[in-house]
């Protein structure tokens, strides 16, 4: 058997992907470790789950970062390597010229946060960055520095609906309020856009008359719980990437 996957994982809250990620490892449906996992929020129960399961945890608060930036004044905090103009040209999750001192802020505001968060994660040994969860946008300066090789995708989501449908925060919620019958979930790359890098995967489910926005949720997770593993296992084997 050849040498196992190195995985990150990144969350932000319950972490119910981190664990099914962790009992795939364990079974033995996934030739991986999990090396870490991080979250952008103190106290959630993921990280339970991760110390657990005996992986090493850290926290990275963005909400007190981007505060202390608005608050404290950023720009004497920005990483040495950080070009708003660079980063503008390549992001694609914002008009930026709607509102340009907003997208600035934003931008400069990410980026310290993720720099942060970068010193924490590159201190590990890694080859995929699993989002189990992780509800924070990454901008390119944080992508830039995970993908390092060109045309290698190393960062791994999973979506609560059928890409190229309903991308945002709420893919169940969309998909219960527009009237569909199907309803899924899907992972994919992460690339510079919201929910728009390549597709690895796709699991579907039935949307009865009588669910409910809770029912599609529950059906929605039992999918998730099993496509995530599923999806890494391909990385792992070399199917992908």
Same mark, same amino acid.
């Given at each position: 058997?050849?040498?196992?996957?190195?995985?990150?994982?990144?969350?932000?809250?319950?972490?119910?992907?981190?664990?099914?990620?962790?009992?795939?490892?364990?079974?033995?449906?996934?030739?991986?470790?999990?090396?870490?996992? $991080?979250? /952008?929020?103190?106290?959630?129960?993921?990280?339970?789950?991760?110390?657990?399961?005996?992986?090493?945890?850290?926290?990275?608060?963005?909400?007190?970062?981007?505060?202390?930036?608005?608050?404290? $004044?950023?720009?004497?905090?920005?990483?040495?390597?950080?070009?708003?103009?660079?980063?503008?040209?390549?992001?694609?999750?914002?008009?930026?010229?709607? /509102?340009?001192?907003?997208?600035?802020?934003?931008?400069?505001?990410?980026?310290? +946060?993720?720099?942060?968060?970068? /010193?924490?994660?590159?201190?590990?040994?890694?080859?995929?960055?699993?989002?189990?969860?992780?509800?924070?946008?990454?901008?390119?300066?944080?992508?830039?520095?995970?993908?390092? +090789?060109?045309?290698?995708?190393?960062?791994?989501?999973?979506?609560?609906?059928?890409?190229?449908?309903?991308?945002?925060?709420?893919?169940?919620?969309?998909?219960?309020?527009?009237?569909?019958?199907?309803?899924?979930?899907?992972?994919?790359?992460?690339?510079?856009?919201? /929910?728009?890098?390549?597709?690895?995967?796709?699991?579907?489910?039935?949307?009865?008359?009588?669910?409910?926005?809770?029912?599609?949720?529950?059906?929605?997770?039992?999918?998730?719980? @099993?496509?995530?593993? @599923?999806?890494?296992?391909?990385?792992?084997?070399?199917?992908?990437?």
């Amino acid at each position: 058997m050849g040498e196992r996957l190195k995985v990150g994982t990144l969350i932000s809250g319950g972490g119910t992907n981190l664990q099914a990620i962790i009992d795939a490892c364990a079974a033995g449906k996934i030739d991986a470790d999990i090396t870490f996992t $991080g979250s /952008d929020v103190p106290g959630v129960k993921g990280l339970e789950r991760a110390k657990t399961a005996g992986i090493d945890t850290f926290v990275v608060d963005y909400a007190d970062i981007i505060r202390s930036c608005r608050d404290e $004044g950023l720009d004497d905090r920005l990483p040495g390597d950080f070009s708003l103009r660079e980063i503008q040209a390549k992001q694609q999750l914002m008009d930026a010229g709607k /509102d340009p001192q907003k997208a600035a802020f934003f931008l400069k505001s990410r980026a310290v +946060a993720e720099r942060a968060l970068l /010193d924490k994660i590159l201190s590990y040994d890694m080859d995929l960055l699993v989002l189990a969860g992780f509800m924070r946008v990454l901008t390119p300066y944080f992508i830039d520095r995970i993908n390092t +090789a060109p045309g290698k995708h190393r960062i791994m989501n999973i979506h609560p609906a059928l890409l190229p449908a309903f991308p945002g925060t709420d893919g169940y919620g969309d998909t219960f309020r527009y009237g569909c019958k199907i309803g899924g979930c899907t992972v994919h790359f992460i690339d510079y856009g919201e /929910d728009t890098g390549p597709i690895i995967g796709q699991k579907a489910f039935e949307i009865l008359d009588t669910d409910t926005l809770d029912d599609i949720k529950r059906k929605g997770l039992e999918q998730e719980w @099993a496509l995530y593993p @599923a999806c890494i296992q391909k990385f792992a084997a070399g199917d992908i990437g």
